[in-house]
């Protein structure tokens, strides 16, 4: 017998974690991203605890796309940039607004990649994008796993390439990614992603 | 466990649904409109290593076994906290809040969600160095009786002491923080007399009324896994609670401004989430 469900339509997005030499690695491929970029993005930065959020103000001032400090309950909106604020974890809720989370550090982490990946690969599904970057330690390996196995695409940046490799390297062997990439590369691949998902929703 | 589709997703959402629901009847705590995505991590997570099958075995055991409830209810609630948590916090509360209270008589507060009391004891020294402590009295509750035993101890373990001292330091702190704590081998504990004006009781915020008129509400880091309904009815109850030109200290991430109740409040450091109620 079938099972009686409501369709659940999902959204398209982007996560991405980074930590050590992550400043960086974001600031690149965000400012990378053209005007109108329509998926939404939401990153997981290792960060100390009493920062401010200077990152998105500087990131937003660069860039062509809106970069903010993610707000709890906010709604998720197409082409906006979503930054983990210090201290607090960030998840996706399932009706694609944000949650922030104060509980124990995972992964000596909080903001924790693994705690955005995961919640993010149900809220998501086979829709999400799930972008690795340079990092110390292995936050992000387990997150990107279940990224994959929901069924979304899997990006690593290029241990040789990373300021820190761990994090990348971790990924790499924990997720088996659909894709091993350079910073460059890392934006083209988002952009060409985008533009196909912009083909298939136009097609429906 | 594999859910490694929108089905099985979907089917997990459900089973979290009702074990939260059976929960409410039976034990009476409602965690029905928490944030989903913290709720099903938690109770993920204790899954994982409990060697349940699934959500469903968990709800017959949570049902069966008044021990397992325990272990539940630990799982959901956040006591995650440390003394002088946001060191900016309490240097706003010196400077914005401190020299109003200085021209009361008496001074009531309400620590809602005070968890293992480590930010009550902080409020507790700052009080006392600001010369107010001896005309204050504080409740301090939290719906978790687990943690409020330890609140109501005042004992640490000795390896949080480096970061708590960095923190009162960062906070304005006048004395050494040892001045404020006995150290033992494993563990430190709070001076005693930090005690005499505080109240620890067993307050929940989802299901119980106000009990008190008070002049500050501090309830930081509890909202946040709240959803938007909720949220809005913890509003009400602080309303009722404060008392005209009385203030409301939120976490640093949370806010009035949403509620149906901002109306009542003006902002008095929106960095540091402290508001007053209006004197209508």
């Known amino acids: 017998m079938d099972i009686k469900r409501k369709s659940v339509n999902k959204m398209h997005g ?13 600031k690149k491929i965000i400012t990378s991203l053209p005007e109108g970029f329509s998926l939404p993005i939401m990153i997981a930065q290792h960060i100390s605890p009493n920062s401010d959020n200077f990152m998105a103000k500087y990131f937003d001032g660069l860039s062509l796309v809106t970069v903010k400090e993610a707000d709890e ?21 399932e009706d694609f607004t ?75 062997e924990t997720a088996n990614p659909d894709f091993v990439l350079s910073l460059d590369e890392i934006s083209q691949k988002l952009i060409e992603l985008e533009n196909l998902f912009r083909g298939e929703s136009s097609n429906q | 466990m594999n859910l490694y589709s929108d089905e099985l997703n979907q089917t997990v959402n459900l089973e979290i649904e009702l074990i939260l629901e059976a929960i409410f009847q039976q034990y009476g705590y409602d965690f029905r409109n928490y944030s989903k995505a913290h709720v099903k991590r938690r109770l993920l997570s204790r899954l994982s290593t409990s060697g349940l099958k699934s959500i469903s ?30 060191p900016s916090f309490y240097l706003a509360i010196r400077k914005e809040i401190i020299p109003i209270l200085k021209t009361y008589p008496f001074i009531k507060v309400w620590h809602a969600g005070c968890s293992t009391g480590e930010e009550v004891y902080s409020f507790a020294i700052l009080l006392k160095e600001e010369g107010l402590y ?10 978790n009786t687990n943690v409020l035993e330890i609140a109501k101890k005042g004992i640490y373990p000795i390896n949080r ?24 081998y494993n563990s ?56 005209n030109g009385g203030f409301l200290c939120l976490g640093s991430k949370e806010t009035i401004q949403f509620s149906s109740k901002a109306g009542l409040y003006e902002t008095i450091n929106f960095q540091e989430k402290l508001y007053k109620k209006r004197i209508v």
Do not use: W
């Not at chain 2, 002491?161 to 033992?184: C, H, L, P, V, W």
């Not at chain 2, 500050?216 to 009400?236: E, G, H, K, P, S």
């Open chain 1, 98 to 172: 944000l949650t922030l989370s104060t509980e124990e550090k995972r992964n000596y982490a909080r903001p924790s990649v693994d705690v955005l990946f995961e919640s993010a690969a149900y809220a998501f599904g086979p829709k999400l994008i799930g972008v690795v970057l340079t990092g110390a330690n292995n936050d992000g390996a387990k997150g990107l796993l279940a990224i994959k196995n929901f069924g979304g695409t899997t990006i690593v940046q290029n241990p040789k390439e990373a300021e820190a490799y761990v994090m990348p390297q971790a990924a790499l």
């Open chain 2, 134 to 143: 001896n005309r204050v009295q504080i409740y301090a509750t939290d719906f």
């Open chain 1, 14 to 26: 982007i996560v991405i974690g980074s930590s050590t030499g992550g400043f960086y690695a974001l």
């Open chain 2, 161 to 184: 002491i480096k970061e708590f001292t960095a923190n009162y330091q960062q906070a304005g702190g006048r004395q050494s923080f040892s001045d404020y704590y006995m150290a033992d």
């Open chain 1, 73 to 93: 309950k906010e709604p998720i909106l197409p082409g906006v940039v979503y930054i983990a604020p210090p201290n607090y974890h960030l998840l996706i809720e």
């Open chain 2, 188 to 243: 430190v504990i709070f001076d005693q007399s930090l005690k005499k004006n505080i109240v620890f009781a067993e307050h929940n915020l989802v299901t119980d009324s106000v009990f008190a008129e008070v002049n500050i509400i501090i309830c930081r880091n509890v909202l946040i896994y709240f959803n938007r309904d909720l949220q809005d009815t913890v509003f009400n109850l602080f309303s009722d609670s404060l008392i």
């Open chain 2, 57 to 86: 075995e968990m709800q017959h055991k949570v049902l069966h076994e008044p021990g397992f409830f325990d272990q539940l209810l630990r799982d959901l609630s956040i006591n995650v906290t440390e003394m002088f948590r946001d």
